[in-house]
Structure formats: structure tokens, C-alpha cells
């Protein structure tokens, strides 16, 4: 058997178009319904993903009277998905910044006890300014120090699950004895930002470790991810700087010591499906009619950390000089190198810009026929691009049920997709290693 790609699906809102919500095919339920997550994470298990995926960012959104931006929280939603689905993994994000990593440890680590081992954890640093008003931390830590940070946490989390062997678990009942305890260990954690004694206060998790998936692709981020992440979320609008990314993540992880292929590194995807090409260009363009662009215009001050773009009119073709430099942006910033690289590079309008980003936030966007999808996914994972996507339907569940229905045979039949699930853990399905405890 050749190489094969894997699939996430990225859960959010009724689909990543920013107009999805009021799409007429997006789905009728309520986005605090559970029942939502459920029937999509169905159609993805039936569809053989290796797992689903959902984001938070800490904010209600300046954007949010035109669109939705909160959901269920998504640590919580984890827990009735594990009991609803029974293979596909579940990954969550939850942010270093702005959470405890003893608390978050034993989160995540009771999720993989509840769900047999399917967890991973998108470790954010959270990008958004207007978060750090919501915890009493403003103005936003600085981008370095959000990764200086997230380092010792990454540190405090891993010795926590550490923190007990493997089958220290005797329970035994008879004998009195429910735990070795010389196979349970402090931590004992002294640093600059966390002091934590542990042990965690329950039995190693079934893999060991959740996996641990990251998102930020900055060069401290790149870093960061070539350290310690197992799966990475990455977003590019040209197959060339996936293709950039991709080579350069593999050599940082290998530098450090690790295996290259235990970096699954899955690019953002977000196809419009018709039965002929004419068709998905119509229905992407009437998704792109329903966009708001001064939403657009907010989420783009948003990522770069608040600017103001109100001044800039909408028809004439925009130049770098427009935007801030992003190495000086506090916020998302290797999403601004997205953002302004395809300025460069196209020189849009802000109104053609806003259309493309109102596609996937800065994420792939496509509009072809089931061939034409399965050509272009094809075309990336052997022109070493992608290990796979994070599949980002533009409207939720319309296109990812196209998707498995048309897309996944396809890909089937031509051997780069699983025909069936082989492992029961995230881990197998990604295949990784289940990490032995280090001491
Ligand atoms: C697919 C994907 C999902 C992401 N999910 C979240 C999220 O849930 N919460 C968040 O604060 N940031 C999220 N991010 C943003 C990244 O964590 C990161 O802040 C951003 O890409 C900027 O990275 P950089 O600061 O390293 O440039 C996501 C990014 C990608 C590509």
C-alpha cells in the first residue's frame, strides 16, 4: 500500500464561508444544538476521517450582529462527541495564554479515558487582542512571549501525563492496594511563569498523551510546532507556500531530532462541489453575493491585532504599502504573511480581497467538480504539499456531504484514502507513536 492522506474536518459555524450561516442549504439547527455536531461528525466518521476538529478564539466577535462567531464551548463539546461517534478522533483547541496547564491536563486527559484514546489538543497561544479584555490581561502578551510561555507549558503538560507509569492502576480489591505509588511522581515544576507539584490526579491516559496538533506558522511558531506538535492546521491560499511550508516544517523537526513523518502536516482545504465546473463557480459566487464585506473589513483589522482599514476604499487595487508589515503584528501573524504575500503577489481590490477571504479566512478555496477536487488534493499531497487536509467545507453539512458521498470514492479508488478504519485510536489513525513516559 502506497502513502496514504489523512482528513480532518474543521467544525465551524454552518460551514467556514463567512456567509454559510444564511446559506439556504446550510443546516436548519441551532448552533448551540448538539445534535448539529453530532450528525456532522457522523458524516465525517462515515467518510473515514481521521478526526474532527473545533476552534475557539475567547471572543464574541466585533462582526457578531452579521455573523456567528461562538458555538459551544469546544473542551466541553468533546465529551458528548466521544460518546455519539465511536472511531473518528476529536481534537479541540484550548489556548496556553489563558488557561492553567494543571486544570487543562486533566481536561484533555479525561477525554481520552472517555473517548478510548481519539483526543488531540490544537495548543493555541490565541492570537486575538480583544481576548486578553476577557481575562484581566490587558493590553494582549506579546507574540514572543505568548511562545516563551506555551514552551513551559508544553514542559508542565507532557511531565503531567507523565506523572504516572503506565498500569500503575492495581485495583485491587481483595488486597487492599488500588495504586503502586512508587510509579506515581511529582513534577515538581519551578519556572518563570508556572510552579506546579503534580502528579496529575488520574491514571496515564490510553495514549499516553493527546495528541498534540498546533496552528501557528510564524517562525516562532514553525519553531514551536517542529518541537512538540504531532499534527499541524496551517493555512496557505497558493499550493507553492504549502509546498514552502511543508519542506521547511519537515527539516525544523528533523533538526530537533525527530522523526519528519510523525509531523502530519494538514493544510486547510475549503472546496465548493457541483456536478460541472460551471455549476460550483455559480454556487461559490453566490455564497461570495451573501458576504457582508464590512464584516470582512472587521476581520481583517481583527487579525492584524485591531488596524484600522476604514479609510480604504473598496475598488482600487490595493499594494503592500496599505497593510502593516507583519513581522510587527502582535496577532495572527503568520496569517497577515498570507494575507499581504497574496497582495504581492495578485494585487486585488479590498473588495476582491475580502471575496477570497470570506472563502476560508486565508485557507485554500476551490470550485470544481468531484474529479476536479480529487485532482487538485492529488496534486498536492504528491507535489509535497500536504500528509492531508483539514477539509473546511464552505457550508456545513451541503458540502461535506457532497464531499464523502463523491470526493472520498474518488480518492479511494485511486489508493491514496483508507477504505475502512484500521486503528482505534487518533494516534493510529495518524500513525503516530504512543509516546513511553519520560522521566
Ligand atoms: C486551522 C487553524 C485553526 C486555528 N484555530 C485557532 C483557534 O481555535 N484559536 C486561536 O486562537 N487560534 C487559532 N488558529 C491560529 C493559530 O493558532 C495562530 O495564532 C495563527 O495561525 C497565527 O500564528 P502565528 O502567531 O504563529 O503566526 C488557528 C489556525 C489555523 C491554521
Known amino acids: 500500500m502506497g502513502r496514504q492522506m489523512h482528513l480532518n474536518l474543521f467544525i465551524q459555524s454552518r460551514g467556514h464561508h463567512e456567509a454559510s450561516w444564511r446559506h439556504p442549504q446550510a443546516s436548519p439547527r441551532s448552533l ?101 479584555r476577557n481575562f484581566g490581561n490587558h493590553p494582549q502578551v506579546s507574540h514572543a512571549e505568548r511562545y516563551e510561555r506555551a514552551e513551559e507549558y508544553l514542559t508542565v503538560v507532557k511531565s503531567l501525563w507523565d506523572s504516572w507509569d503506565d498500569d500503575v492502576v492495581l485495583d485491587d480489591r481483595a488486597g487492599g492496594v488500588y495504586a503502586t505509588t512508587d510509579c506515581i511522581n511529582p513534577i515538581d515544576h519551578n519556572g518563570a511563569f508556572y510552579e506546579v507539584a503534580g502528579p496529575l490526579n488520574m491514571p496515564r491516559c490510553p495514549q499516553g498523551r493527546p495528541v498534540l496538533v498546533q496552528a501557528g506558522s510564524s517562525d516562532a511558531g514553525r519553531d514551536f510546532a517542529a518541537r512538540h506538535a504531532e499534527a499541524v492546521f496551517t493555512a496557505h491560499l497558493a499550493k507553492s507556500t504549502a509546498v514552502e511550508f511543508y519542506h521547511d516544517l519537515k527539516i525544523r523537526a528533523k ?44 476581520r481583517l483589522s481583527g487579525r492584524f491585532g485591531g488596524h484600522d482599514f476604514s479609510h480604504l476604499p473598496l475598488d482600487r487595487p490595493l499594494t503592500t504599502d496599505d497593510f502593516p508589515p507583519p ?70 453539512p451541503w458540502l461535506l456531504d457532497v464531499f464523502v458521498d463523491e470526493v472520498v470514492p474518488l480518492l479511494q479508488r485511486r489508493g491514496l484514502y483508507r477504505d475502512s478504519y484500521e486503528g482505534a485510536t487518533l494516534r493510529e489513525h495518524y500513525r503516530l507513536p504512543r509516546p513511553a513516559v519520560a522521566r
Open 32 to 132: 448551540t444544538d448538539i445534535a448539529y455536531y453530532f450528525e456532522v461528525a457522523q458524516k465525517a466518521e462515515e467518510g473515514l476521517f481521521d478526526s474532527i476538529f473545533l476552534a475557539d478564539t475567547l471572543v464574541a466577535g466585533a462582526d457578531i450582529r452579521h455573523a456567528p462567531h461562538t458555538w459551544l464551548e469546544p473542551i466541553t463539546t468533546l465529551g458528548p462527541l466521544a460518546i455519539a461517534t465511536e472511531k473518528i478522533g476529536l481534537i479541540a483547541t484550548a489556548s496556553t495564554t489563558y488557561t492553567e496547564p494543571f486544570n487543562l491536563a486533566r481536561q484533555f486527559a479525561s477525554l481520552d479515558h472517555i473517548s478510548a484514546g481519539r483526543i488531540g489538543w490544537n495548543i493555541v497561544t490565541t492570537w486575538s487582542a480583544t481576548a486578553a
Open 327 to 396: 513581522e510587527t503584528v502582535e496577532a495572527a501573524r503568520s496569517r497577515t504573511q498570507v494575507i499581504v504575500g497574496m497582495v504581492e503577489r495578485e494585487k486585488p481590490t479590498l473588495r476582491q480581497l475580502l471575496a477570497k477571504l470570506a472563502g476560508a479566512r486565508g485557507h485554500f478555496t476551490f470550485a470544481g467538480t468531484p474529479e476536479q477536487v480529487a485532482d487538485e488534493m492529488e496534486s498536492w499531497f504528491k507535489g509535497g504539499a500536504a500528509d492531508g487536509f483539514n477539509l473546511m467545507p464552505p457550508v456545513l
Open 255 to 298: 533538526a530537533h531530532g525527530r522523526e519528519p513523518a510523525n509531523v502530519v502536516i494538514l493544510p486547510g482545504f475549503s472546496p465548493v462541489i457541483a456536478g460541472s465546473e460551471t455549476e460550483a463557480h455559480r454556487a461559490a459566487e453566490e455564497l461570495n453575493e451573501l458576504a457582508d464585506v464590512e464584516v470582512g473589513r472587521l
